[in-house]
């Protein structure tokens, strides 16, 4: 079998890592309740694998990493972006930094 691979055809890895804070969470289990709603609501409108990544023993921080594969590099970036424009406005968490990187 010959394969052959084009640059087009490159696999494009997009990871975001966003440190929030979450003002309205004054118990771990108040803490979860939110992160749980914001995971749900991230997979449910974007094509993304998201996880909570850092500071899960404190009530009021949060780390999220959020991956997305693709094999065009534009639309990674504007999905990633698009989630970046969402932390922005969510009323429930604040965004404090992120890092977004292409593998």
């Given at each position: 079998?010959?394969?052959e691979?084009?640059?087009?055809?490159?696999?494009?890895?997009g990871?975001?890592?966003?440190?929030?804070?979450?003002?309205?969470?004054?118990?771990?289990?108040?803490?979860?309740?939110?992160?749980?709603?914001?995971?749900?609501?991230?997979?449910?409108?974007?094509?993304?694998?998201?996880?909570?990544?850092?500071?899960?023993?404190?009530?009021?921080?949060?780390?999220?990493?959020?991956?997305?594969?693709?094999?065009?590099?534009?639309?990674?970036?504007?999905?990633?972006?698009?989630?970046?424009?969402?932390?922005?406005?969510?009323?429930?968490?604040?965004?404090?930094?992120?890092?977004?990187?292409?593998?």
């Open positions: 079998m010959n394969l691979f084009y640059e087009s055809d490159d696999t494009v890895v990871v975001l890592n966003i440190r929030l804070v979450i003002r309205s969470a004054n118990t771990l289990k108040e803490k979860r309740r939110i992160i749980k709603s914001l995971k749900d609501r991230i997979k449910n409108n974007f094509n993304v694998s998201v996880s909570e990544t850092g500071t899960l023993d404190h009530c009021k921080y949060s780390k999220l990493g959020i991956a997305m594969v693709g094999n065009d590099k534009r639309y990674v970036n504007s999905t990633l972006s698009n989630l970046i424009n969402m932390f922005r406005c969510a009323v429930s968490v604040e965004l404090v930094d992120y890092h977004l990187e292409f593998i």
